[in-house]
């Protein structure tokens, strides 16, 4: 199975801050990547697909990027509804696989 | 709009079976493939099983192969996952996550709100 890792694990972090969460894959997936966020209680949302491709409706503050193994979501000016947890995920191969996760907190 | 409805979530006892459904509106059920997608309480996601648009091509994970087994009815939008065997690690929120195309991408779309199964004697 290709394992995905995140860093941070946490984060804490104030509105109108630039994050970056990275992930790595265990091994080359190109750009068989996704991003997801998660708020308390409620389903994953997906943000972005193909390592950049915004999803339809997603802020544009949301950007993806990547190739291979490593890969990085950035939220270019936090704002008060992006504190979540956010998942990476691979689509590479079976079984479809998710980082740990990385929890976005308020400062 | 894309609703996506799971239910048949409940408490079973370790070595028994439930079947969840997942019922599909607002998009033609037939086109698209379906994911199981499960989440242990206060834990991270883990991809469960998926079935293609027409039930044809079906996957699973590793820790559910040979008990956990999905199906569609596209005549009721519907998808199963029929779970047997049940361990305590089973215990989680089960969601279904429609996926973009026919076959799977393993991109999920859309997501139901989920349905909690809690394995416990």
């Known amino acids: 199975d290709i394992q995905m890792t995140q860093s941070p694990s946490s984060v804490s972090a104030s509105v109108g801050d630039r994050v970056t969460i990275t992930c790595r894959a265990s091994q080359g997936i190109t750009n068989w990547l996704a991003w997801y966020q998660q708020k308390p209680g409620k389903a994953p949302q997906l943000l972005i697909s193909d390592a950049s491709n915004l999803e339809s409706g997603v802020p544009s503050r949301f950007s993806g990027s990547g190739s291979g193994t490593d890969f990085t979501l950035t939220i270019s000016s936090l704002q008060p509804e992006d504190f979540a947890t956010y998942y990476c995920q691979q689509s590479f191969t079976t079984p479809i696989t998710f980082g740990q996760g990385t929890r976005l907190e308020i400062k | 709009q894309v609703h996506l409805v799971e239910s048949g979530g409940g408490v079973v006892q370790p070595g028994g079976s439930l079947r969840l459904s997942c019922e599909a509106s607002?998009?033609?059920?037939?086109?698209?493939?379906v994911h199981w997608v499960r989440q242990a309480p206060g834990e991270g996601l883990e991809w469960v099983a998926v079935t293609s648009h027409d039930g044809g091509i079906k996957s699973y994970a590793e820790s559910v192969k040979g008990r956990f087994t999905v199906s569609r009815d596209n005549s009721k939008n519907t998808v199963f996952l029929q779970m047997d065997s049940l361990r305590a690690d089973d215990t989680a929120v089960y969601y279904c996550a429609r996926d973009r195309g026919p076959y799977s991408s393993g991109w999920f779309v859309s997501w139901g709100q989920g349905t909690l199964l809690s394995v416990s004697s």
């Open positions: 607002g998009f033609t059920f037939n086109n698209y493939a």
